[in-house]
């Protein structure tokens, strides 16, 4: 493994053969050509299946960054960055008392005792900590005024090409000794299998909240793998969430996927100190090990589509999961329901 960047206390990638990664996957292997690809007027995205497919990965339809360095805060290196690698990572978004303001929140959040025990507030896969803390822009005006902020909203219009809303907000608070890993997924495939989003229009906005290090289980993300959509295997039962949220099962690539793409493009794990922002597209593959140090690893996620992109009957499961999970645009949410 090697650092790559030059500003490594603010600042560090950690990146998995960084040699082998070639820049853009547009298309799969030739060998792979195939019987079963989606047909015009097919689902393009075919996922959760009880046959597997016969190729590893189809093309992604939708351009990645939608808008111009014109049209928002980001510049043009930074679009190109976005669209080569599928996310970006920018240190110090967020600083001084409003960091500390929102580190309190987290805190005040996780105390809550109100909340232990709804369906909004997971835990650990064996244990009672707090895992992960959804519809938090709805839970904490705080975090509402957040999501609902020009610096954020802006960057995900940028992108999307396009006014956003927010679909989810969550809290991984990834406590330390106790916090468990995330799968490899792509947040796409979940979307769209069980929500019913329908195209790749959405953007997820992670705001570092504790210092992300090697050794606290930080974000790892496959650079490139935004292009192209891996199906996955195993059909969908009826409320699949309260088991994928503790700890994902279905919606995971199949290894031999994930190798080939790993191979070609390496694994890059972007860490920072608090109030760092990372952007990371909605197919892009990622996940995390699990929170060995002492330090807790806690991150906010808001995670921005764009509103001509709300989601409708879900593609592959047998019906839409809780409002919790997956918000309407103007919704107005609320644990009292
Ligand atoms: O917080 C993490 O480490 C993983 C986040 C993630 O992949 C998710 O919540 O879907």
């Known amino acids: 493994m090697s650092v790559k960047t030059s500003d490594r206390t603010l600042h560090e990638t950690v990146s998995h053969q960084a040699v082998a990664r070639q820049t853009v996957v547009d298309s799969p292997d030739p060998q792979s050509r195939v019987r079963s690809a989606p047909r015009p007027g097919e689902d393009p995205y075919p996922t959760r299946l009880a046959e597997p497919f016969d190729m590893p990965w189809l093309n992604r339809r939708e351009g990645v960054v939608k808008g111009r360095a014109e049209d928002g805060p980001l510049s043009h290196a930074q679009l190109d960055e976005f669209e080569r690698q599928g996310f970006l990572f920018e240190p110090n978004f967020i600083a001084g008392e409003e960091l500390d303001e929102l580190r309190r929140e987290l805190a005040e959040l996780l105390a809550r005792g109100d909340f232990r025990g ?11 900590e707090v895992r992960s803390l959804f519809a938090v822009h709805f839970l904490s005006e705080r975090l509402g005024r957040l999501a609902r902020d020009e610096r954020l909203v802006g960057r995900a219009r940028q992108l999307l090409g396009g006014e956003p809303y ?23 495939e979940t979307w769209h299998a069980e929500d019913g989003m329908p195209a790749m229009h959405a953007v997820s906005a992670s705001i570092v909240l504790t210092d992300n290090h090697h050794f606290n289980g930080p974000l790892m993300l496959v650079p490139g793998s935004h292009k192209v959509f891996v199906p996955c295997l195993g059909e969908t039962p009826d409320g699949n969430h309260r088991q994928s949220l503790k700890q994902q099962e279905l919606g995971v690539p199949s290894r031999e996927a994930l190798s080939a ?5 390496g694994i890059e794990a972007p860490t920072g100190a608090a109030g760092g922002l990372l952007l990371f597209d909605c197919n892009v593959l990622h996940g995390s090990n699990a929170n060995m140090s002492p330090d807790p690893r806690s991150n906010v996620f808001f995670v921005y589509n764009r ?5 409708v009957t879900p593609f592959a499961a047998p019906r839409r999961r809780p409002s919790f999970l997956a918000h309407a645009p103007d919704e107005r949410w609320s644990p009292e329901g």
């Open 261 to 265: 793409l790993v191979e070609r493009h």
């Open 166 to 188: 927010v679909h989810q907000s969550r809290i991984n608070y990834k406590p330390g000794f106790e916090g468990k890993g995330f799968n490899w997924h792509s947040d796409f």
């Open 118 to 128: 709804r369906d909004f507030a997971i835990t650990e896969p064996s244990g009672n």
């Open 307 to 311: 509103r001509d992109n709300r989601c």
